[in-house]
Nanobody, 122 residues
Framework: EVQLVESGGGLVQTGGSLRLSCTTS????????LGWYRQAPGKGREGISC????????YYKDSVKGRFTISSDNAESTVYLQMNSLKPEDTAVYYC???????????????WGQGTQVTVSS
């Protein structure tokens, strides 16, 4: 059984930082691509970043490029999202997912974590 468990969300002020973690089980981690999506209140879910562990490349949506960094730890089967210079518009529920990761976009494969809330106060 595939399980994705996110952690690390919380409340932070504008300009602050958070690091999200997604611990996986049941995933062939070294051969997989993992991604981060977010869903703000009243909006659809958007893919913001992904990492291909097999092919060693990453993707970032323009709105987070230069502020967010995705990384993975194969030994821990965990993917991280370091979020710096946070803005109120980053407020959303953040989800980890198994994805198809491409250099310029990401597609979910319908395997999701439960989400973690990130709130950025102004």
């Amino acid at each position: 059984e595939v399980q994705l468990v996110e952690s690390g969300g919380g409340l932070v002020q504008t300009g602050g930082s958070l690091r999200l973690s997604c611990t996986t089980s049941g995933v062939s981690f070294g051969d997989s691509a993992l991604g981060w999506y977010r869903q703000a209140p009243g909006k659809g879910r958007e893919g913001i970043s992904c990492i291909s562990n097999r092919h060693d490349f990453t993707y970032y949506k323009d709105s987070v490029k230069g502020r967010f960094t995705i990384s993975s730890d194969n030994a821990e089967s965990t993917v991280y999202l370091q979020m710096n210079s946070l803005k109120p518009e980053d407020t959303a529920v953040y989800y980890c997912a198994v994805v198809d990761c491409f250099v310029d976009y990401v597609l979910p494969l319908d395997l999701w974590g439960q989400g973690t809330q990130v709130t950025v106060s102004s």
